[in-house]
């Protein structure tokens, strides 16, 4: 960790002399999969939940509530500023075993945390007067959405309250216990919400619920953070200045990549609520969820890079910050690949069965159109986390505002002519001219790595078996065409059997398959002892 980025060592000099703490390859692999298994619950969930609370609730409320959601993420983004702090310098202290430095940091940023909780709630209480009576929202709805605001920001400044609890546990690299908190949460949220609605609560119920199972979460990751950090005591701590300025700047700068972020991604719902009726929102969030969904996967696969890439910087590591990125990227071009050419070849046909002919069309059209943007974007999430873990994300920082800027102004000026085709153009176009060269000709620049070395060993290897996938899957769409769910994952499987000799031998170097050889041996050899004994 260089000078400037960390906070003051701490006034124990025994604690830093100890060895750095390590993280072994099966931890890191543990993580990912536990991220991927909390994701799988999530999107397995939500594509059963949303038809049916759509059903339940109607076009408008159900527009309603997605609008809710995106207008109160914008007070999140406070939240999200420091929260990659926490994780960040948790991640520092934890290699070099500072517990004196991590109980000050802990202690320091909750104090900070706890004074934005009643503003978060003021600010809402602000959108809920003075915001949703301007946009179009049917008059028997209004009162509705205004409590569902205000119960929405309450969540938020839970958010706030409990942040170090969560954010700690992923700066302590121990994703397993955050994802299993999630699932929980996340089958208990979705038991009550299928209750309730079939009584015939509505949209209140439905903020309700979902701020009942946030505090429950909450309040076990608390319980789990103690018991992994006995050492850590809770005061309410001011934090002096010197000891706070690095994180205030990581956290400062993290803020504005979160907001800008949102504007990017999340206030084409907001522009189309501005210019067009409410049950419009439904119609594009369909689309863009599924865009989200596979977003959340690849975020979900790199994260655990920042907190690495913090220790190693943090124990005098930091060249191996190159080679992380090459291949932290290839990885996740492989999954972004493969996702892309997923969503843009059933995609379409995927929303006719889940949602009903009426979606496919407008959904449908919204999901091709931000596809086509994924195939630029899911190239920087790898080096997105690798300047966070190094609080170098100032640089991702400046080409996300040029992207956010151009987004809105493109949304803004095709929605009055193309609704939400041309929102979506908007997103689209913005995204591949900042992510399509300028973001990634800057970071690589800073990390010292080349252009063919990252061309040719991170995104050529994950290219090739994803483009034989799609072409699979288009071909079996022209002559056998996707009548069921059934024709669906045959096509999808069938056109991944076709495609692994291609990731096989394209996609993964030869340690890669080496590495997958010992274990498969390891693992056969392992089955044969168990049914020998």
Excluded at 413 to 430: Q, S
Excluded at 443 to 470: C, E, I, R, S
Excluded at 504 to 511: A, P, V
């Amino acid at each position: 960790m260089t000078a400037e980025s960390a906070p003051p060592a701490s006034s124990n000099p025994q604690k830093s002399e100890k060895s750095p703490a390590r993280i072994s390859r099966w931890h890191i692999a543990k993580s990912v999969l536990s991220n991927w298994s909390g994701l799988t619950v999530n999107v397995l969930v939500a594509f059963w939940m949303i038809p049916f609370v759509v059903h339940h609730l109607g076009d408008s409320a159900y527009g309603i509530w997605a609008l809710v959601l995106q207008l109160t993420g914008y007070l999140g983004v406070v939240d999200t500023g420091l929260r990659s702090a926490i994780v960040r310098f948790v991640a520092s202290y934890h290699a070099k075993k500072d517990e004196d430095g991590l109980n000050k940091l802990l202690n320091s940023i909750c104090t900070v945390y706890t004074m934005f909780a009643p503003v978060c709630i003021l600010v809402g209480a602000g959108l809920a007067l003075f915001a949703l009576p301007h946009l179009h929202i049917p008059a028997d709805l209004l009162r509705k959405a205004q409590i569902t605001i205000l119960i929405t920001v309450t969540i938020l400044a839970c958010d706030f309250v409990f942040a170090i609890f969560h954010a700690g546990l992923a700066g302590l690299s121990r994703w397993d216990l955050t994802n299993a908190v999630s699932i929980t949460s996340i089958l208990l949220r979705t038991a009550l919400i299928v209750i309730f609605l079939k009584l015939g609560f509505g949209l209140v119920t439905l903020a309700i619920l979902q701020l009942t199972t946030t505090v429950l979460a909450y309040c076990t990751e608390t319980i789990l953070l103690y018991r992994l950090v006995p050492a850590f005591r809770f005061r309410w701590q001011f934090p002096d200045r010197n000891f706070f300025k690095p994180i205030v700047e990581h956290s400062w700068y993290s803020f504005l990549l979160s907001l800008a972020n949102r504007v990017n991604y999340q206030v084409d719902t907001v522009v189309i609520a501005a210019f067009l009726p409410i049950g419009e929102v439904t119609f594009y969030v369909i689309g863009l969820r599924l865009v989200e969904y596979l977003r959340d996967i690849l975020n979900s696969t790199t994260m655990i890079i920042a907190p690495l890439a913090s220790a190693a910087d943090a124990v005098g590591e930091a060249h191996q910050v190159g080679a992380m990125l090459i291949r932290g990227t290839k990885y996740s071009l492989i999954v972004g690949f493969f996702g892309t050419a997923l969503l843009l070849g059933v995609g379409r046909d995927f929303i006719r069965l889940w949602m009903g002919p009426r979606f496919a069309g407008p959904s449908g059209t919204v999901l091709v159109i931000l596809s086509i943007g994924l195939i630029v974007s899911v190239t920087q999430y790898a080096s997105s986390h690798i300047l966070y873990g190094l609080s170098k994300h100032r640089l991702n920082l400046n080409w996300t505002i040029v992207e956010s800027v151009l987004n809105l102004g493109f949304s803004l000026g095709l929605v009055r002519h193309y609704g939400i085709f041309g929102v979506a153009a908007g997103t689209t176009v913005a995204n591949a001219l900042v992510r399509g060269f300028f973001f990634p000709n800057s970071f690589l620049k800073f990390l010292n790595v080349q252009w063919k070395d990252y061309l040719g060993h991170a995104v050529a290897p994950a290219l090739a078996p994803a483009a034989v996938f799609w072409g699979i899957i288009e071909t079996w769409k022209k002559y056998l065409g996707i009548a069921n769910y059934a024709a669906l994952a045959i096509a999808v499987v069938v056109a991944f059997l076709i495609s692994t000799p291609f990731l096989w031998s394209l996609g993964l170097d030869r340690s890669d398959r080496s590495v997958i050889w010992m274990r498969g041996k390891q693992m056969v050899l392992r089955a044969e002892s168990a049914a020998s004994d």
